[in-house]
């Protein structure tokens, strides 16, 4: 094996172990000690790679945002506002299966990424969509696109902060997660459709 693949394997495998260990623990909660015992490799070839754990955090964050962008490119195109909703729904899914991506979500929510961290990734096309299907559709319920793009940006955050434990949302309803998301959503949709119109997100 060549030098330099083996090299982009060991960077590799930090990178994914320091997802799952931001994941779990926080920026603050993660030690480079951990990082390096969870890949299986030196302190010196993770210094090699990168020269603090903020650069780690970085990569991981650019990691993260690159498969949201994949997910979300790969999921298949609704007309209107069930399109939104359906990539609201992949991007909950790839919070809880995705280490990469709730990593990066994470450390966004806890300050530790430039700009908008892992947000940048999505909400501005969500929120054109949301534009776009608000401006068709002409809701009289007063909740306006950018209102809107908060809300599941709110929403995606509880996912993200629940997801480790996914059975803290079932007292409060009774359903999975993955249900009680669907149902929040329908009511969302509800919400945008104005008067008379079919529901979005109904069956």
């Known amino acids: 094996m060549a030098r330099q693949e083996r090299a982009e394997q060991t960077r590799q495998r930090l990178i994914e172990a ?19 015992r969870t890949a299986g490799v030196t302190m010196g070839a993770l210094t090699f790679h990168f020269p603090s754990k903020s650069a780690l955090a970085d990569a991981v964050q650019e990691a993260g945002a690159a498969t949201t962008r994949e997910i979300l490119d790969a999921t298949a195109p609704a007309p209107g506002l069930q399109g939104v909703l359906d990539e609201v729904l992949a ?70 902060a629940t997801s480790a434990t996914p059975d803290a949302l079932r007292p409060v309803t009774g359903d999975a997660p993955e249900e009680s998301l669907a149902q929040a959503l329908k009511a969302l949709g509800t919400l945008l459709a104005p008067a008379n119109t079919p529901d979005p997100a109904g069956d």
Not at 23 to 35: P, Q
Not at 123 to 149: I, Q
């Open 91 to 160: 991007l909950a899914s790839a919070l809880r299966t995705a280490r990469t991506v709730r990593a990066a979500a994470r450390l966004t929510r806890e300050g530790h990424a430039a700009g908008h961290g892992w947000y940048d990734s999505w909400a501005p096309g969500l929120r054109e969509a949301l534009e776009r299907a608000w401006y068709e559709r002409r809701p009289d319920s007063g909740l306006t696109p950018l209102a809107a793009t908060s809300l599941l940006s709110h929403v995606l955050l509880g996912v993200e």
């Open 18 to 36: 320091a997802a799952a260990e931001f994941a779990e623990h926080g920026y603050d909660g993660t030690s480079l000690h951990g990082i390096v």
